[in-house]
Each structure stands twice: as C-alpha cells, then as structure tokens.
C-alpha cells in the first residue's frame, strides 16, 4: 500500500457517493491533445505512472493502467504497491481500452469527466452502461496541489513566416464547409483542437509543453468567428461556466455583461487589429452566448444530466459524412470534429435539443499543406538544426572514450547548441539520447539516475528536435562509437537503404502514406524484420512535431486511410530495427512533397529532402546494399556536403568530407 | 435514325404509359454478375453497343450511354444514328453514372427495372426521386426476339478437385455469421452473387459464357438451408413468382404445394446427396414460403409499390457493420449483401416490413482463399496452360512473315491447343490477341472482319485463359516478332522489371494490395509513366477470372480498401505500358500467397509463381534494368525451364533453353 492506493480510495469514497461502478480516467485534455500539459496530469496523480500516454479504469474492487509497449517496464516499475494492474496494452490478449471499458461497465453505472474525454470515445465506452455520469471530474476534487492550467502568453505569427492572413484561412474553411453540403441553412462550427486553431489564427503560445499553442476554442460561423481563450482556468471550466451563466442581450444588466466580455473575449483578440474588429466580436460573443445558453435554457426542457447516454445518441448525433443522413433544411447546426471536442460539450447542445453533426476539421489537412513563406521557413529552420546535429555528431564521435559522457550529456549539448540560435525557442519534444539497449526503447528518455555512461563502442541513437520562430523539426541518427557487432552493421545498413529508398520514390498524384511505405519496409521484409511502428508522421510548422491527416504507415487504421500526400505536406522518414536488450537504430530524415513530372500519364510527385546531416559511414556494411542503394547513399552525401559547408568552420568541412566520401 | 432509334422511341411510349421520366437500364443481370449472358444485354438490344460494361439513361428528349476508356472508339461507331450521346465515363468532366442518374432524376418519376439493379445501387440512383417506378423490365417488354436466360446442365465439382465439403462450407458461413453479432434471433441469409453460391455448394454450370456458373439463389439458416435454381425464367421471375404464389403450408391444397415444390426445388438437389434430405429440404421450402410470403400478405398493410422510395430507406435499413445500430433483439432479419442482390428482392421484404440487414457476403473471402486441394489442381492446370503459351511463342515468332497470320490465328491456336487437354472446358475469357496499336486497347477483341494481319515486326499482346475442370487460368504475354522501337523495347524492358520486382516481394501479415501495388508501379513512376488499370486480381478456381475479394491496386476504392492478403490467396501480376495508335505491352503472371518466414518481429508473406513462360529476351534492353532486376530475371527463366522442359518435346525444349538464358 502506498500513497497512490490511499489515491484509488478516496476515488472509490467518492464514486460510491455519485453511485458509479465503473471510473474512467484518460490522458488527455478539453482537447484531445496528444501531449498534455501538468495540469492533466490526472493519470500520474492517481497512479504514479508518467508516461505520456495511458488509460485508467477504477472498479469498486480492482484497477487497471494501460500502458502501451513503450512503457512496459516503466509502468511496472511506478505502479508497484498502488494495487493498480498493469494492462500490457497491445498485447494480442489485451482488450483495446474502450472495449475494456465496455465489458466492465456493462448494465452499471460509468463514471468520467467529460470534459476530457473526446465525444466519439465518449460514446463508444459508454454502449454498454445503464447510465453514465460525466459531470464531475473525481480526480480533479481529490487534488488539492493540483497545477494550475498553463495560460502563457500568446504570439502573433508574422506575415513573413506563415504567409497565409487569418481571414484567408477562414475563407478557405468556410467554402469547405460549403462543399461538404451539410444541409444546414446555418451553423456554428465548434474547434478545439489546439494547433488547428493556432494556425487559423496564426497564434503561438506555450502552454503545452514542446507545443507551441494555447488553450483555446474556436467557432466559425458563415458571417462571423470568434476565438475563445482566457486566462482564468478557461478549458476545464468551459462545460461549467456556459452553464453557469446565461445572460439576457438586452435587458441583462451592464454589470453582467461586463462579466461576460471580461471571460469570453480574449485578451489576444485586441492584438489581431487586421482580422477583428474589437465592438463586433463582443456583439458577437454577446449574441452567440444568447442563442446557445438563454434562449434554450429558458425555453426548454432540458434533459436531465445523467439520462440514460443511449437515448441521446443515435437520435440527434449524425455523421455529416459517407451515406449518413443530412441535417434538414432550414436547420442551424453546431458542427464540430467529434474525435477532438470533450463529450461535456456535445452533450451541452444535444441535451438542448440543438442539432450536433459530426465534421473532420478542415483546417486539418489545410494546415498540413504547407505555403511557399512555410516552406522557405522551414528548409532554413532545418538546415540551421542539420547543423547542430552534425556539430554533435562530430563531438560525441570523438569525444566518446575521451572525458565523461553519458546519454543526458546529449541533451545538455543539444540545448545549449541550438540556444545559440536566435530564433530557437524550446525543444519540439523531450530528447531521445539512448545508448546500447536503451536504444531498443523507442521513446527513452534518460534522467540524471538512469543516465548510461557512454563509452567508444557500440552505438548512440539520438532523437530530437527543436522549436523555432521559423520551424519545428524532427530528426534521429544513430552514431557509431566504436566496435560493433555484424548484426548492428547490418540493421544500421538495412535502415539506411530503407530510409535512403523511400526518400527517392517517384509516386503518381492520389497516392497515400499506405501505399508508399512498402518503399521503406521492403529491405527489413526481405530480411524477415520490421519496425513496430509508422515510417512517417506530419511535422507541424511551428508547431506540434506530430501532425496529420497524412502519415507513412501500412496499416490502414480504423478510422480509414491516412490523407492523399499533396504537394506542399512535410513527412519524415525514419525506419528503424530494434532489438530488446541489445540495440537500437533509427535514421529519421524530414521531406517535403514535390512535383516530380508531368506526362500523358499523369501527374508525379516526388520527396525533396529537407534533413542534411551523414550517416554515419562507420555503421555501413556495403555486402547488405544494392548498387541502386550505394548510389543513392553517394548522392545523398554529396548534397549534405554541398549544403551544409557554409554552415560549418574549416575543421568540421573538412571532418565532414570525410563523413560524406562515396563508398 | 436507325433501328435503335426507332427503339428508343418505343421505350420513350412505354415510359410515357407509366409516367415516367427518366429510365436507367444497367449492364447487369439479378447476381449482379460482372459479364453477363445475351438474355442480359438490353444495353446492346436498345443501344448496339455491344461492350460488356456500361449504363443507358433516356429521358424523354434525351438519351446517353457510359462506355469506359476501353470502349471509347467502338461506342462512338456503334451509336451512329441512334441519337443516344456517349458519355466517356472516366474522363474528368463526366460524372459517375449514379450522380448523373441523380441529377437527370431530381424531383421526377425514376424508372428501372429493379431485377437487374442492386440494391444499393438502386438506393443511390433514386435519393433525389420524386418517384420510383422499379416493377417493369421496359427494354424486356420491346425485345420480342430475346434470348431466352440460358440453364445448362450442373455438374458436381469432385471432392478431388474441390477440397471441401458444402457442409463445413455451411459451417463456417454460420460461424462468420454468429461472430458478426448482429443482434437477430434468427437470420434468414439470401445470396445472389453466383460465383459464391457455385463455391458454396461446389457445383458449376455454363449459363454465363466463360464463367462456369448456374443461375440461383441460396438461402443459409441458422438450422437449415436452400438452393434455388431451375429451369424457367428463375432469375428474372424471382420477384414477381414470390408475390403471385403465396402458399399455406396446412390448408393449402396439394396440387398448389405441388407446384412449389416444383418451381423452387432445384433439380440438382437430388445429386447432393451427402448435403440435403430431400424431404426436409421440401419442409423447408414450403416454410420458407409461409413465413415471407403468406404471413405478411394476410397480416400486414402492404406498402403500395410506387411509394416513394425515400420513407422506405434509411428507416428500416441499416448496414450491419461498423457503428450502425444493431437489430432489437428477438427480431428475425433477412441478410443480404446489397451490392448483390437486386433491389425488387429487397423491396419484397422491405414493403413488408421484413428487417432486411446488409453483410458482406462472408462467403467472397472464403473461396478467395484457396484450400490444399484446389491449389494443386491450379498449379497443375497453370502448367499445362503455360505450355499452350510456350508452344503458341514457338510457333508465332518463327511463322511470323512466313505464313499469313493474323489476330483470329492466334485464338485459333489457343483454343486448339487447349482443346487438346480433356480436362479443358471453354477460354476463362474473350482472347485478346492485340498486333502493334491494338494492343494499347487493353480489352481489344479481334474480329473476322477487322483482325489485323501479322508481319515479322512489331509487338504482339497475347491476354487468354482457360476453364480447365481442374483450374481456372489468365495469363498475357507480349512477343517481340522482328524489329521494335527503342520506346518499345524501353517498355518491354520495365514491364519486365515491374512483373519480377512485385513477384519478389516480401510483406508482412496485414498487408494489402494497396500496400504492395507501387513493388509493380515504381520502375514505371519512375519513368514518369503509369498504367491505368489495376496491377493485379484474383482468379477463381474453376470459377470467374475476376474475383474478389483482394486484388493489387494503388488506389483505395469508393468502398473501402481491399482485402488483407492472405495465404491461399491466387492473383494476377500484370503491369503493362499502353500508347494509344503505337503499342501495348503487358506481362502477365499469376501468383499465389504463401509463408516466407515467421521472425521475432512477426510472420511474412512472399508470392509463389505460378505462370512459367519465358519473357521475350528478344525485347529486353538491359540498361534499363538494375543488376537486381537482372538477376530476378534470370532466376525466373531458370525457374521457368526447369519446370516446364517435362511438358515439351525435344525441339521445344531446345528452343525454351535458348528462351530462358541467362542476360
């Protein structure tokens, strides 16, 4: 017993109170983020465990963590004496959570908050339960220290680095939202995912960490738009505070008005003079909060909070999509991205009766095509970050055997090497430094205890990235430190052939990620080997390292295939091999879609390579590549040289000339 | 004006007599049958346009037909004075046959004859209806001269040649059924399509040319189950028979049950002996009747036949998969696959008030899968098929300028010696034998009248088949009979590589066509080049050459992505390079999914070859081939030599040596 187990009864003291049987527990925010920030923390409050990603389920006599294959040992390791079990999450006999969920809370009361739990997985765990209460947030009421919600300061993106003005995008969402004929003669369309507003925006902030948003909804609407964010507890309260406080256009009274437009109306919104103007937009809020909150509470019976989930489901929720039915004529619908926005929310307009449909946030895949200012801006981020990883590689390469080094002193190095850049900001995410075995683990991260000393021999993978003003980039190489096993030679060649072969894939327009990976796997299939994970994610631009809706993969996931790769989208490319207990490689380099060629046959496009650092030559073993693959490793380093020698002193030219012979 | 003029007319007073509007008349039969027999082929009777895919719409002023890339040229000729307009279905300014419906149909009286339209199909063509009429078979009321629908002989297919009993066929279609958790009580699974009702019950036929199958329907129950086909108008009467014969099962007189028994018990069901009891069988039907049929006409309010189609829809019809709501429990559903069946049978019971669920018919995957028995009997008929090609390559590149050959030589000698083999039964399709710019007509079909003459130069594309009682066969080769251009010999060249390149591939388990298709494309992307068809399709075994429900394209279709690969899957490998008023290429193998091997990162899959003719080194250009294509190529012809020398004679042999040499 320990204090996480004290955690897990006071939880079930309250949970019997409400009557709830069943008590689910997400990692996630009002945002469905990937990345959460402290405040959401609510997992690793309850549990001990910190990794970022997991599920919570809390039963009257046991609990559970899922942890997916990353995080096996770890949370084994935090959840010891906590009573809670460990869910080896991917595992052929383990259930998927929400199917975990559904199986546990059958006929029985389910417990969330719904503030953090999006609407579709919302809907799907709560199938099976005889009634579902998400009005309370459990965890929340048990953590007196709890960190504040992070609300820093938020930055205007100039023209010159995101080429594209607000009221533009807004345009371009507005007529995909026609297109999609939804059969709404009005709508108010709900965002909430985080980078998707900031680049409609064109706003930055800090208050995920490594992700430069703010926490934020938007609405859009044919005539109007507003972006809600405040300073005051603004996402977790959202549910509660439209609840809370209605408010009369015009008979309320100043005073409540005043309080209105003090916490809806962003104080960022005086700063984007060429978009708002300040007396409309708090007409605006004024006339929105009206329609949705007075007239329907005054006028309605609203259902009651903890109705049976089933009957409102189904009825009113419809997806505007495929051969779903449309919305009627003449009807104004409430249009929002049901995977990303909390199901608190959807339930405040549909148990109003207020008609909700279900639509993929355009903005999407308009932000992951990237413009011409976008994209000149990032090939300038990444080849200033291409530097700093080949200075690394220099130093780590002859320094290791030489003074002390050990897998945090990467990190230290890293940060201090890109902090000389003035447009750097933070990291894009938490550096992955893994030495030997460590590298087998996919998202290490070493601490000042665990660090491994590193010496010359055997192999360093380093994965990392930085924010900067101008891009965000993503970008691994393994290094050779010393003698190497014939095994690590040959993964270390396999991965640079699979990395180096989907670089130089020609492909004709409409194809997507699915089809296209096969480019990289083929040299590990043709070994009996395979990565366990994507050969490719979207890179945000200045923003979120992870971004959609294309991605590299085989599998077609369950919510469809991956978006058609378009001119403009930025992928990585990082296969890998690892080998629990032993090591670890990866080559990750970053590309941009291109055109390739145009004939009778179609349209072609093509990567442009954006990522310019060697790899390490002391890894490859010739006997594993074709001579198709030596010449696309020869022309590859030519162009490293060629473009990062005018970053570099006389000493690293010269070291980097080496590092960059044909073989 | 001419004769189809004339019979546009006809149908234009016909049309006239029943309000209607607009008329849609599909290249289809009631199995929704891909090739369809001459009884079927209302599109050549009131158009002339003889194709084997397209769609007719008439209008009142109007009238259009949707011929695809391949038929372009021949449409236009056969239209000639009919007035009806050619749509060149596939170019980017002509909408899908189904939008197109829609948008003439809006708000008017929609007319079909809903026998021959699927279900979904139907549902589609008439969302923007005011009205649909589906109950008369226009063109069938004009065509005085019609063929009658062909019933031929059944025969059983022989354990030895089939591998498994219809019984564990019937087993494990229940089983896929009950895991599918559709919420029914009870189930009454109607199946149209013919091939899968020919697998299920291990019979065939000849009613569709080249297609070895009967015109039926199954019925599979949780307890029981029915095949029905007979001799008298079956399929197209279906509809119309079941509403005119209501039986009562006590009180009805014998001499009416009599003629039930008649009409639905199929003769062939006394062959089956190990699978039906004759007299429970008879129970069956007789019960089956009473429950769909006399039931509900005595009980219910039956929906009148023109209502409109929109309040039938969407109410009562729910897809039986992904998030649709699931049947009350206790409910009895009628499943079917709607893309199969044709919509007059769905609105039987739809009118009824009968739940009608769709599945997919479990049974495509099934048969797509071969077993132990039936891939010995394809491998066995693959080579004696492959030695007619090798014997046919012998005989066409040393005769060419030497004796007059044209394109109908070619079939000539193919189906001689084919006819040869006593297990041969009829070509699997029409020959394509395609000289010089033929062969960019991907389904080009010499005639007596236009057979092109055959000279000793140029390309010459070879696409036959056979139906052998042990094997179904499709296999295409280009000959290179005297001097070719270097763009030829260029697209020889990476044909070859394309072929080989996907022939070699290795892939893990869970991959998909989509996943494996570029393994063919790249060499030609690569080239700024594209085909414009799919790489590659399943074959049935002793069944239609086209089958599902996996095949090789980039693309993800309208309904999703195709099949998972699996082992026991046989498909078609067959790039090819096509330039209109020059040349055709295309080489084709068929190939079957096997184990590779199975490692700590998962279990692998590669093809086995299972087509072993040479590829012309008369047209191969190595420069345009990598060292790791040459060697794929060399293995091939070894391969090739090795297996098919047994099955020649001496001088053939001599000749297949010099053939298969390594370059």
Not at 186 to 211: F, G, K
Not at 300 to 317: P, Q, R
Not at 334 to 349: E, P, Q
Not at 485 to 514: H, V
Request: proline share 4%; glycine share 6%; aromatic share 10%.
């Amino acid at each position: 017993m320990n204090i996480y187990s004290d955690r897990i009864d006071h939880l079930r003291k309250l949970m019997a109170e409400e009557g709830i049987d069943v008590y689910y527990i997400p990692m996630s925010d009002c945002h469905n983020s990937e990345y959460v920030g402290d405040h959401f923390r609510c997992i690793e409050f309850i549990s001990g465990f910190s990794g970022s990603a997991g599920h919570v389920v809390v039963t009257k006599e046991e609990a559970w963590l899922f942890a997916d294959g990353r995080y096996y040992i770890q949370a084994a390791n935090q959840l010891e004496g906590s009573g809670i079990k460990l869910m080896k999450w991917g595992q052929p006999d383990v259930p998927e959570p929400d199917v975990f969920v559904q199986s546990q809370a059958k006929d029985k009361v389910l417990g969330f908050d719904g503030n953090v739990v999006n609407t579709n997985f919302a809907k799907r765990i709560s199938k099976t339960a005889k009634t579902v209460r998400f009005q309370r947030d459990l965890v929340g009421e048990i953590w007196t220290d709890r960190p504040e919600q992070s609300f820093t300061d938020i930055w205007r993106m100039p023209q010159e680095y995101c080429g594209e003005s607000v009221e533009s995008k807004l345009r371009r969402i507005r007529d995909e939202i026609e297109k999609m004929d939804l059969g709404c003669s009005n709508y108010s369309y709900l965002i909430a995912s985080l980078d998707d507003i900031a680049w409609i925006y064109n706003i930055r902030a800090n208050d995920v960490p490594n992700n430069p948003v703010a926490y934020a909804y938007a609405v859009i609407e044919p005539e109007a738009n507003q972006l809600l964010t405040h300073g005051e507890g603004y996402g977790r309260e959202w549910y509660k505070r439209v609840k809370a406080e209605p408010v009369l256009p015009d008979t309320v009274p100043e005073v409540v008005k005043e309080k209105i437009r003090e916490k809806v109306i962003n104080p960022v919104a005086k700063t984007l003079s060429d978009n708002v103007d300040i007396e409309k937009l708090k007409e605006f809020v004024i006339a929105q909060v009206k329609k949705t909150l007075y007239d329907t509470i005054e006028n309605e019976n609203i259902a009651s909070d903890d109705k049976d989930i089933k009957s409102a489901e189904g009825e009113k929720t419809e997806e505007a999509k495929g051969n779903a039915p449309k919305a009627e004529k003449g009807t104004t619908c409430i249009l929002m991205d049901m995977n990303r926005v909390g199901y608190s929310v959807f339930r405040y307009f549909d148990d109003r009766r207020i008609k909700v449909m279900h639509i993929d946030d355009p903005s999407t895949r308009m932000k992951g095509v990237k413009n011409e200012t976008e994209i000149k801006c990032l090939k300038e981020a990444l080849k200033r970050d291409s530097a700093v990883i080949i200075k690394l590689m220099h130093w780590v390469k002859n320094q290791a055997g030489k003074i002390h080094l050990d897998e945090m002193s990467i990190d230290e190095f890293l940060l201090k090497k890109r902090s000389e850049d003035p447009l750097f900001m933070e990291p894009s995410f938490d550096t992955i430094a893994a030495y030997k075995e460590n590298g087998a683990m996919m998202h290490y991260e070493a601490t000042a205890q665990t660090a491994k000393s590193i010496e010359a021999e055997g192999m360093l993978l380093v994965d990392s990235g930085g924010q900067y003003k101008d891009g965000t980039t993503d970008i691994t190489r393994t290094f050779i430190l010393g003698p190497v096993t014939e095994e690590e030679k040959k993964a270390f060649t396999l991965t640079a052939a699979s990395m180096l072969r989907l670089l130089n894939a020609k492909f004709i327009e409409g194809c997507r990620g699915e089809n296209v990976d096969i480019m990289a796997r083929e040299p590990m299939w043709q070994a009996g080997w395979d990565y366990k994970c994507g050969t490719g994610h979207g890179v945000g631009h200045v923003l979120n390292v992870h971004e959609g809706p294309h991605n590299i993969r085989y599998r077609i996931g369950a919510n469809g295939p991956s978006a058609v790769l378009e001119e403009g989208m930025v992928v990585t490319d990082e296969p890998g091999v690892y080998r629990e207990g032993q090591f670890g490689v990866r080559t990750e380099n970053e590309m941009l879609v291109v055109p390739f060629t145009e004939t009778e046959d179609g349209k072609f496009l093509q990567f442009e390579n954006l990522t310019f650092i060697p790899i390490d030559l002391d890894g490859i073993d010739t006997s594993y590549l074709t001579e198709e693959d030596k010449k696309l490793l020869n022309n590859y380093h030519e162009s490293v040289y060629e473009t990062m020698a005018p970053y570099l002193d006389d000493e690293l030219k010269l070291w980097l000339k080496e590092y960059t012979r044909p073989i």
